[in-house]
């Protein structure tokens, strides 16, 4: 049975940071495609953060360019996500999701509203305050 917990939320000041982490658990994670994505109260969701299988393609948002970073450990079946300078319009629930990467083309298809996932997480809150 495959399970993706996510930790590492909690409560920061603006311009603090965060490290969020996904851990796949019964998934053989380096063949999937994984991505962060976060929905705040009557938002819509957003595509955060996604990485290919391997690693090596990543994507993100415009509103988190710059200031974020995904990264995975397939040998741990653990994905990241840094997020720096945080700002209060990050707060969100954030959840992890995984898609067989040989279903989907690209990992900006796989953080475009819309897509559907094999699997997903509870999620984790991140509050910012101003």
């Known amino acids: 049975q495959v399970h993706l917990v996510e930790s590492g939320g909690g409560s920061v000041q603006a311009g603090g940071s965060l490290r969020l982490s996904c851990a796949a658990f019964?998934?053989?994670?380096?063949?999937?495609?994984m991505g962060w994505f976060r929905q705040a109260p009557g938002k819509e969701r957003e595509g955060v953060s996604c990485i290919s299988s391997g690693g090596a393609l990543t994507h993100y948002a415009d509103s988190v360019k710059g200031r974020s970073t995904i990264s995975r450990d397939n040998a741990k079946s653990t994905v990241y996500l840094q997020l720096n300078d945080l700002k209060p319009e990050d707060t969100a629930v954030y959840y992890c999701?995984?898609?067989?990467?040989?279903?989907?083309?690209?990992?900006?298809?796989?953080?475009?509203?819309?897509?559907?996932?094999?699997?997903r997480g509870q999620g984790t809150q991140v509050t910012v305050s101003s």
């Open positions: 999701a995984a898609r067989n990467q040989a279903t989907i083309n690209t990992v900006e298809a796989m953080c475009a509203p819309g897509t559907t996932f094999n699997f």
């Open positions: 019964g998934l053989p994670s380096s063949l999937y495609a």
